[in-house]
């Protein structure tokens, strides 16, 4: 292996918080980049990617989930810019409150939606992060 290489390779086995803060960026910018494609239930994939610095169970869960949780955030922000973001909250509520014979507040609708983003970005980083974890461990023992 190249010194180059082995620089690289060590230090992305290191765990501090400079990777957590790279993997929240990555997650977020990975959030709003699948959101404006219209793939938001890959959003696990936006989590994962940001768990992959991360590498340790609660930092990756909370880099995916406050990466996508905030992605979302930005996204219903620049709707509500643009005017259209009230209008579909009164839609959706209206509708899923008709199936269920209830009134539903937006807010709630709001809050539901971006947990939900957060959750899905939380449990993929979990996945990213364990098997980078994985991986690494697998790459050290063949090294020795």
Not at 51 to 64: A, E, N, Q, T
Not at 71 to 76: E, G
Not at 79 to 93: C, E, H, P
Request: charged share 10%; proline share 1%.
């Amino acid at each position: 292996m190249s010194e180059k290489n082995e620089s690289f390779v060590e230090w992305f086995r290191k765990d501090d918080w400079y990777h957590v803060i790279v993997g929240f960026t990555l997650a977020y910018l990975w959030g709003v980049i699948l959101e404006f494609t219209g793939a938001w239930y890959m959003m696990f994939v936006a989590g994962a990617i940001g768990g992959i610095f991360s590498k340790v169970g609660w930092k990756s869960f909370l880099v995916g989930f406050l990466g996508v949780l905030l992605s979302w955030l930005t996204i219903f922000w620049l709707q509500m810019l643009n005017g259209s973001f009230l209008s579909l909250m009164d839609v959706l509520t209206n509708v899923i409150g008709s199936m269920l014979g209830i009134t539903i507040p937006a807010i709630s609708f709001f809050i539901v939606a971006l947990l939900l983003g957060g959750i899905l970005g939380g449990v993929g980083a979990l996945n990213g992060g364990y098997l980078t974890s994985i991986i690494l461990q697998l790459s050290k023992k063949d090294e020795q």
